[in-house]
């Protein structure tokens, strides 16, 4: 019932899937920033936040942040490192990217313990954190500005905001989870 056993592999699997974990949210920063620094990889942003939507869903809230803020640092790494600097090298870039992602994964992984896991939920909350990361000076915030080579979604920026473009690649992205969780 314990997992942990005589033989120890009870926490080498939990060390295992921690492993895991922390590098496909490592991988999910990167296939973002990939998103943000070009138009040609736009698409990644409908399904590169996998990783950090199933620590929300699987983790406790304070591991659930732990997991958003390194989601948080490897994008602000692979941003000002790869991304022809999509974010400014500042200390405020990188507290902001640190922060909010942990804040968001934390209240994330509360809420699915209150309510249960729910994307459209997620994609509001999502809305809060495109606000609060507008001084980076992201001109269509952190999802949207992923959109600009679709001409649908870039009508639909102009017509109901960019917040709104984000909650539903945030919505996609939950979604697919709940889809692959499902199957």
């Known amino acids: 019932m314990s997992a942990k056993r005589k033989d120890g592999s009870g926490w ?22 990939m998103a943000v620094s070009s138009a040609a990889y736009s698409w990644l942003a409908w399904f590169s936040l996998l990783p950090l939507f199933l620590a929300i869903r699987v983790l406790s809230p304070v591991v659930a942040g732990l997991a958003g803020a390194i989601w948080g640092v490897c994008f602000y790494l692979f941003s000002v490192a790869f991304a022809a600097h999509a974010v400014s090298p500042t200390l405020q870039s990188f507290a902001l990217l640190t922060i ?10 509360l809420l699915t313990r209150w309510v249960g896991f729910n994307p459209l939920l997620l994609g509001i909350g999502w809305v809060l954190v495109e606000v609060a990361i507008k001084p980076l000076g992201l001109q269509q915030g952190l999802l949207a500005g992923t959109q600009s080579q679709s001409p649908i979604l870039h009508w639909i920026s102009h017509l109901l ?3 709104f473009v984000a909650f539903l690649v ?3 992205n939950a979604s697919l989870l709940v889809m692959l969780s499902g199957a």
């Not at 939990?14 to 492993?19: E, F, G, N, S």
């Not at 909010?100 to 992984?109: D, N, T, V």
């Open 12 to 33: 080498s699997w939990q060390c295992l899937k921690a492993t895991v974990l922390v590098i496909s949210l490592v991988a999910s920063a990167l296939l973002m920033a």
């Open 100 to 109: 909010i992602p942990a804040f968001y994964a934390c209240f994330g992984a």
């Open 161 to 163: 905001g960019y917040a």
């Open 170 to 172: 945030v919505c996609v």
